[in-house]
């Protein structure tokens, strides 16, 4: 049964489908680099989901922030509106809407939104104003250069253009809470009606820029609420009011609309001497601050009115989940960007004097990416995932090293520890960081292997804690070794291996005497996995992943001159994938074998599924070719497009945790085609993972299904639409969701592309657009864009190779001309 629901075209097309109207009320884009924390700009263009404080935070909110113009046409009265689209229904507060929400000020009539990450745009729409305006915001991204794609910023840039007959005065402004004080510790500061009062906002300027410095008198320097925030501009003539006026009930927002809308010049000080009739509080004594540009737009003239927003709260608890007040004795560890920068200020300064060049470097990775013959819903996939290495899922500390939860809910981490089988799936950071899951291999191989080479599967260590107690995992465990070849792969760093090489391989040991009972090299044991449960029994999940793991060892048993355990493991392969499909292979895929299936809870029998070739899909990414036989991983693969995938969830049973319904495509984690579902079937089994979804696309697409893989791919995208789901947050277990990192496997197997830098080699096998193909490629010396098209004349085929950061010098290009045919 083909259950390909989509037409060629769809499945093909290169034309953007990213634009979102502005009552898309889910697409939140976000703004901050890896391991800063970061604030989300929605549809609107709102502020929205304050998360700069070292903590997950959906929701969180700062009053009385945002951008706002003014626009005085010669002769005309002056227009005043918020840099928003208006505000979308319900209106349902029992108090009505907050005065911190400034929702009673005017607004843009229309906006629509653009995001191609790392860069966001905003068309704003209203024909009132005598302008035209639109906004653009992005953090530097630079794949292999962390530290410029780790800065605490957002460069937001309003672009202003005169549509009228006569000139136009116009300001631009942008107004924010002094937010220092707030932290994870508690509850949020708005929440419980933090005391802000000793918060001070301060007006700087130097030579090439001038700002507002936003810092707080209470915390000390190792205090877990200290910190510093700034919003500021390359711009010497601007105006500012650095502390909105100290009144009572709604005097301060008052204040600063009337004086800002009456000239779009700011009053540096306001005052009030009436004498109110009821004493209320100020606005929960926040300090509001200031900063416009002002100027004179000619007819048809444009201006681009820069601002950079920066933050810097260098303090994270040390630990993973914690329920403690905001004293001081808390400890402490610092953040990575503490390393460069010592505080937001300077972070502001360092943007702004480098901005040309951290933009044409971001710019290029852009062009690359976006600019390839990739369908867009690929392309999509990829770039909106990116957003999870920068979210307050990933950590990145002092130190260097990468640590992070498996995803975040709403106002705190969600499973601790970089899991090793869930970050398995994850292929973003790998090819575009790779420094940064070298540190996490490092971490699992050095300080959470033990002697006997048991691998704690959740790091502590990174925090100095005690050892994650917990029996391990055989997924996370085998994967971890399959990962620390691509690692080296795509380095070429034998020191690197050389200092993991040993834990590598006491954990590789372990597998033979801890999960395979009866010492036939396949594993029969007791193996707990990604599910979080243990599967019994013969199993090719676990086992593919064993499987992938001997290849890789044997390699990087050879590289370490270690030629015994190299021999060891490719007679453990050899024997043990033979007897594995002998005894799971059932015709068509690969199954659980048990002897009594409901003797334990939460296995899967005959069930087809969409992880038993879970191994292969790692081994497939990092060039390891086949570990099982051909033939059947064609057929198992295909297999599971044909029985679980679903073009409509309408009637489909799930009493589980649901991720997709209604009338919504989506990959189920099993299914039972033939019959045999166990009375309590694994607990996640009739769930929807979408790194699970990019896992079986690539596989699908390596296997040359390339259809079916480009069906799941695009219906993952569907589902994230901006309405029904956030584009740049895919959830599973919390938002941000690290598995579903996969999506970049997608790009490699739709480009053919192997990375092996020990060799200095890459290889190039497109399976689409053959004659005119172009893709974004990195390693971890340089990244670029490979090209390939027929020569009108000759009508042969031309490629190359065009590197647009490092270098990949020495390195030989390989192209499979015979594919190209």
Same mark, same amino acid.
């Given at each position: 049964? @083909? ?50 404080? @070292? ?19 010669? %002769? ?35 906006? !629509? ?27 530097p991204f630079i794949p292999l250069n962390p530290e410029a794609s780790g800065i605490p910023c957002a460069v937001l840039r309003y672009k202003v253009k005169n549509t009228s007959s006569e000139y136009v005065d116009v300001t631009i402004a942008g107004s924010i809470q002094n937010a220092v004080g707030i932290s994870g510790v508690d509850k949020f500061g708005w929440e419980e009606g933090h005391d802000f009062s000793k918060n001070i906002n301060e007006f700087k300027e130097e030579e090439d820029l001038s700002g507002l410095y936003m810092y707080s008198s209470s ?35 008052? $204040? ?49 009115? !820069? ?102 809910? $709403? ?47 959740? !790091? ?68 707990? %996995? ?120 309408? @009637? ?9 319904? @209604? ?15 166990p009375r309590f079937p694994f607990v996640y089994s009739d769930e929807v993972w979408t790194g699970i979804e990019y896992q079986v696309a690539s596989n699908l697409i390596f296997e040359g299904f390339i259809d079916e893989g480009l069906t799941i791919v695009k219906s993952v995208r569907e589902r994230h639409d901006g309405y029904k789901r956030n584009p740049w947050n895919e959830v599973e277990c919390g938002h941000h969701y690290a598995r579903s990192m996969a999506s970049w496997a997608v790009i490699i197997a739709l480009s053919g592309f192997k990375c092996d ?61 015979? $594919?190209?045919?």
């Amino acid at each position: 049964m @083909n259950k390909n629901i989509y037409s060629q075209d769809e499945l093909y097309s290169q034309e953007s489908q990213r634009t979102f109207k502005n009552d898309a009320k889910e697409a939140a884009f976000l703004l901050g680099g890896i391991g800063t924390g970061n604030v989300s700009i929605g549809a609107r263009g709102e502020f929205r989901d304050w998360e700069i404080f @070292n903590t997950p935070g959906k929701g969180n909110k700062l009053d009385y922030t945002f951008f706002s113009i003014f626009a005085k046409e010669k %002769n005309k009265k002056p227009i005043s509106k918020v840099l928003e689209s208006c505000l979308q229904s319900p209106f349902s507060s029992g108090f009505g809407l907050s005065s911190g929400d400034s929702a009673g000020l005017p607004r843009f009539k229309n906006s !629509t939104m653009k995001g191609e990450y790392p860069f966001l745009s905003i068309d704003f729409q209203d024909d009132e104003v005598p302008v035209k305006v639109s906004m653009e915001a992005f953090t530097p991204f630079i794949p292999l250069n962390p530290e410029a794609s780790g800065i605490p910023c957002a460069v937001l840039r309003y672009k202003v253009k005169n549509t009228s007959s006569e000139y136009v005065d116009v300001t631009i402004a942008g107004s924010i809470q002094n937010a220092v004080g707030i932290s994870g510790v508690d509850k949020f500061g708005w929440e419980e009606g933090h005391d802000f009062s000793k918060n001070i906002n301060e007006f700087k300027e130097e030579e090439d820029l001038s700002g507002l410095y936003m810092y707080s008198s209470s915390y000390k320097d190792n205090y877990i609420r200290y910190g510093n925030m700034s919003l500021m501009t390359p711009e010497k003539d601007v105006t500012y009011k650095a502390n909105w006026l100290a009144g009572a009930w709604f005097d301060a927002p008052q $204040d600063f609309w009337d004086d800002f809308s009456s000239d779009g010049l700011l009053d540096v000080i306001s005052s009030c001497d009436s004498v109110g009739s009821f004493i209320a509080p100020s606005i929960n004594t926040a300090k509001i601050g200031s900063l416009g540009i002002p100027c004179r737009l000619k007819s048809g003239e444009e201006k681009k009115f !820069t601002f950079v927003l920066s933050w810097y709260f260098p303090n994270r608890f040390k630990g993973w989940n914690f329920s403690q007040d905001s004293k001081a004795n808390i400890p402490v560890v610092k953040n990575h960007y503490t390393k460069q920068f010592g505080s937001a200020w300077e972070v502001g300064e360092y943007v702004i004097k480098n901005l040309t060049s951290l933009e044409k470097d971001s710019r290029k990775f852009h062009s690359a990416l976006f600019g390839s013959t990739l369908p867009n819903h690929v392309i999509d996939a990829a770039a909106c995932n990116i957003t999870v290495l920068r979210s307050p899922t990933c950590i990145w500390l002092e130190d260097g090293t990468m640590t992070a939860w498996e995803g975040c809910s $709403d106002k705190g981490g969600c499973c601790e520890g970089t899991c090793t089988h869930v970050w398995n799936y994850a292929q973003t950071t790998a090819f575009l960081f790779p420094t940064l899951e070298q540190s996490a291999r490092t971490v699992e191989f050095t300080k959470e292997t033990d002697e006997e080479g048991n691998m704690a599967f959740r !790091t502590r260590s990174v925090f100095e804690l005690s050892r994650f107690d917990f029996h391990p995992a055989a997924d996370g465990q085998m994967g971890s070794i399959i990962r620390l070849y691509r690692e080296w792969k795509i380095s070429g760093d034998n020191e690197f291996l050389k200092a993991s090489w040993e834990g590598a391989k006491r954990a590789l040991d372990f597998a033979f005497t801890y999960w395979d009972k009866d010492g036939d090299c396949v594993l029969d044991s007791q193996q707990h %996995n990604t599910y979080d449960i243990e599967f019994y029994g013969l199993n090719s999940l676990t086992n593919s992943m064993f499987f992938g793991a001997l290849k890789a060892g044997i390699e990087l048993a050879k590289a370490m001159g270690d030629l015994t355990s190299a021999e060891k493991y490719k007679k453990a392969l050899e024997s043990g994938s033979k007897k594995m499909d002998d005894l799971l292979w059932n015709g068509e895929y690969y199954i659980q074998k048990i002897d009594d299936i409901n003797k334990y809870k939460y296995q899967y029998g005959t069930g087809c599924l969409s992880d038993q070739l879970l191994g292969q899909f790692m081994a497939h990414v990092t060039g390891l070719g086949y570990i099982l036989p051909e033939e059947h991983v064609k057929s198992a693969v295909k297999a599971i497009f044909n029985h679980n995938f679903l073009p409509d969830f309408s @009637n489909h049973v799930n009493v589980q945790r649901t991720y997709v319904l @209604n009338d919504e495509k989506g990959l189920l984690l099993c299914s039972w085609p033939h019959g045999g579902r166990p009375r309590f079937p694994f607990v996640y089994s009739d769930e929807v993972w979408t790194g699970i979804e990019y896992q079986v696309a690539s596989n699908l697409i390596f296997e040359g299904f390339i259809d079916e893989g480009l069906t799941i791919v695009k219906s993952v995208r569907e589902r994230h639409d901006g309405y029904k789901r956030n584009p740049w947050n895919e959830v599973e277990c919390g938002h941000h969701y690290a598995r579903s990192m996969a999506s970049w496997a997608v790009i490699i197997a739709l480009s053919g592309f192997k990375c092996d830098m020990v060799k200095k080699e890459l290889h190039f096998s497109p399976k689409i657009n053959k004659g005119d193909f172009s893709t974004f490629w990195s390693t971890g010396t340089g990244w670029g864009v490979y090209w390939q098209k027929i020569n009108a004349g000759t009508r042969k085929l031309e490629y190359g190779v065009d590197v647009l950061y490092g270098n990949i010098d020495g390195v030989k290009i390989v192209v499979n001309k015979k $594919d190209l045919e």
